[in-house]
């Protein structure tokens, strides 16, 4: 990875924490990593934990940036998070997996925060 796609990414990040804040999300983590996955923005919104996976763009060229969290990026966004969930014995808690999707036209974002963007995958057992 670039460096010009690693500073875009963690300006994404510092966008999307703002975007949370703003819709009254509390932030509890950010990069949580573990072996099984790592987790952009662990957040509380209204009694709900929330997975925050952040994609940002400069361009549509490859697609929408909410479009490149395929189906095995997903599974190991729910692994990391039923870690994170059984770790804290937090297991009992509702949560869900929120997507910020970011696109960058000249330093003016256009900014797309999708909640439930994507479920468990029902035969997922941890």
Known sequence: MSKQDLYL???GEETAVGLLKGNGYKILLR???TKLGEIDII???KG????VEVKTRQSDRFGLPA??????KQRQISKAALMFLKERNLLDKKARFDVVSI???KDNPKL???KN???LDNDFVY
């Open 48 to 51: 709900t934990i929330c997975f």
């Open 117 to 119: 963007a994507f479920e």
């Open 9 to 11: 990414g963690k300006k």
């Open 112 to 114: 797309d925060l999708i």
């Open 67 to 72: 479009e490149a969290i395929s189906a095995s």
């Open 43 to 45: 957040a509380f919104d």
């Open 103 to 105: 696109m960058y036209s």
């Open 31 to 33: 990069n949580y990593k």
